[in-house]
């Protein structure tokens, strides 16, 4: 599955990520590894992050566990250890949801989840600030699942531009309808970074080829049709739909909604390129903290669980997908550029 190289990257040398491919040490470490060997032990190209994660873990016939963390639950500080703790068991990408009072397609558990980070004075300044902070003491990707109404009353350019100054690797828009993406892709390409837009079970093929035409970085299959959320099973089209959308791109497939435990990970990953799992993060997050536990324990909660979801990705030889299609719908909404009270900061 071959995947697009974009320009060398304009960004500062402290965020500017070059491809690196780990020594003998850095293998046998796992994801862990992949910055453990020292400068000297690398070649580089650069590339944007995430294309580099990928292209890694197909070379190593590995899949990816994406965790999502809300950013500022419980708070900023605790969610820049959590980003780290998620690194140390071996994911190579974490989903961070910024903060939004009118989440788009989340469950329970995750809206609650945003409204005590608001709470707590979570905003988009903030999230970026602990990213800024966060960055340099962890190699894995980093990307932004952000309502445009927080981008919009930001501005595209400024917010694009801090994204990629603190270290942000690309976004997830899920309340972009794909007609009006055309303006905010050209400026994150303009960046370096990548963006990628949501494939629903309700998306016409048409759609969603036009849909992975205009992601980059990564597709972001939607399992099931709903909101986010803890399911006991896998929809049994899943392996179709993913067999279809390969047809149509060479862009990994991420595949998320409804994935809780090592099983499930297990079969998403037989089949696509990763995993993305947030409801039931997110509960053990809350769980932790609203059981009066500190900072410590909510982070060792998180990691034992992150490692156990995370064990099935490293155990994916020769399995990787060819070419990436994607076939199923866009849970992408209209935009929502006055709606809701957005964290903007």
Same mark, same amino acid.
């Given at each position: 599955?071959?995947?697009?190289?974009?320009?060398?990257?304009?960004?500062?040398?402290?965020?500017?990520?070059?491809?690196?491919?780990?020594?003998?040490?850095?293998?046998?470490?796992?994801?862990?590894?992949?910055?453990?060997?020292?400068?000297?032990?690398?070649?580089?190209?650069?590339?944007?992050?995430?294309?580099?994660?990928?292209?890694?873990?197909?070379?190593?016939?590995?899949?990816?566990?994406?965790?999502?963390?809300?950013?500022?639950?419980?708070?900023?500080?605790?969610?820049?250890?959590?980003?780290?703790?998620?690194?140390?068991?071996?994911?190579?990408?974490?989903?961070?949801?910024?903060?939004?009072?009118?989440?788009?397609?989340?469950?329970?558990?995750?809206?609650?989840?945003?409204?005590?980070?608001?709470?707590?004075?979570?905003?988009?300044?903030?999230?970026?600030?602990?990213?800024? &902070? @966060?960055?340099?003491? =962890?190699?894995?990707?980093?990307? %932004?699942? $952000?309502?445009? !109404? #927080? +981008?919009? *009353?930001?501005?595209?350019?400024?917010?694009?531009?801090?994204?990629?100054?603190?270290?942000?690797?690309?976004?997830?828009?899920?309340?972009?309808?794909?007609?009006?993406?055309?303006?905010?892709?050209?400026?994150?390409?303009?960046?370096?970074?990548?963006?990628?837009?949501?494939?629903?079970?309700?998306?016409?093929?048409?759609?969603?080829?036009?849909?992975?035409?205009?992601?980059?970085?990564?597709?972001?299959?939607?399992?099931?049709?709903?909101?986010?959320?803890?399911?006991?099973?896998?929809?049994?089209?899943?392996?179709?739909?993913?067999?279809?959308?390969?047809?149509?791109?060479?862009?990994?497939?991420?595949?998320?909604?409804?994935?809780?435990?090592?099983? &499930? @990970?297990?079969?998403? =990953?037989?089949?696509?390129?990763? %995993?993305? $799992?947030?409801? !039931? #993060? +997110?509960? *053990?997050?809350?769980?932790?903290?609203?059981?009066?536990?500190?900072?410590?324990?909510?982070?060792?909660?998180?990691?034992?669980?992150?490692?156990?979801?995370?064990?099935?990705?490293?155990?994916?030889?020769?399995?990787?997908?060819?070419?990436?299609?994607?076939?199923?719908?866009?849970?992408?909404?209209?935009?929502?550029?006055?709606?809701?009270?957005?964290?903007?900061?």
């Amino acid at each position: 599955m071959a995947i697009s190289r974009r320009r060398p990257l304009t960004m500062p040398p402290k965020v500017i990520f070059s491809q690196r491919v780990p020594c003998a040490r850095g293998r046998a470490a796992g994801w862990r590894g992949f910055a453990a060997c020292g400068g000297g032990a690398y070649a580089a190209a650069r590339m944007n992050r995430i294309d580099a994660i990928f292209n890694h873990l197909r070379e190593q016939g590995q899949k990816a566990l994406m965790p999502f963390l809300t950013a500022g639950d419980p708070d900023m500080a605790t969610t820049a250890r959590l980003v780290e703790a998620v690194a140390q068991v071996g994911c190579p990408i974490c989903e961070l949801g910024f903060a939004f009072s009118d989440p788009i397609a989340d469950g329970p558990v995750i809206q609650e989840s945003m409204a005590r980070a608001l709470a707590a004075g979570a905003s988009a300044t903030a999230t970026f600030d602990m990213v800024e &902070q @966060v960055r340099p003491r =962890v190699d894995i990707g980093i990307v %932004a699942m $952000v309502s445009y !109404s #927080i +981008v919009h *009353r930001w501005g595209v350019d400024r917010f694009v531009h801090r994204a990629r100054e603190v270290g942000v690797d690309g976004f997830i828009f899920p309340d972009m309808a794909i007609e009006q993406t055309d303006a905010i892709r050209q400026r994150v390409a303009d960046e370096g970074l990548i963006a990628s837009f949501l494939i629903a079970p309700t998306t016409p093929l048409e759609r969603a080829r036009r849909i992975a035409r205009a992601s980059s970085g990564f597709i972001y299959l939607v399992s099931r049709s709903g909101v986010t959320g803890e399911q006991a099973t896998l929809p049994p089209e899943l392996p179709d739909r993913i067999a279809a959308l390969r047809q149509e791109t060479d862009l990994p497939i991420a595949v998320g909604f409804g994935i809780a435990t090592a099983a &499930q @990970v297990a079969e998403v =990953v037989s089949v696509a390129d990763a %995993a993305i $799992v947030g409801s !039931s #993060i +997110v509960r *053990r997050v809350a769980g932790s903290a609203c059981a009066g536990e500190g900072a410590d324990e909510v982070v060792r909660a998180v990691a034992d669980y992150t490692a156990e979801l995370a064990a099935p990705t490293r155990q994916q030889r020769n399995q990787v997908g060819g070419t990436g299609t994607v076939r199923a719908g866009s849970a992408e909404a209209r935009p929502v550029e006055g709606r809701g009270r957005a964290a903007d900061g």
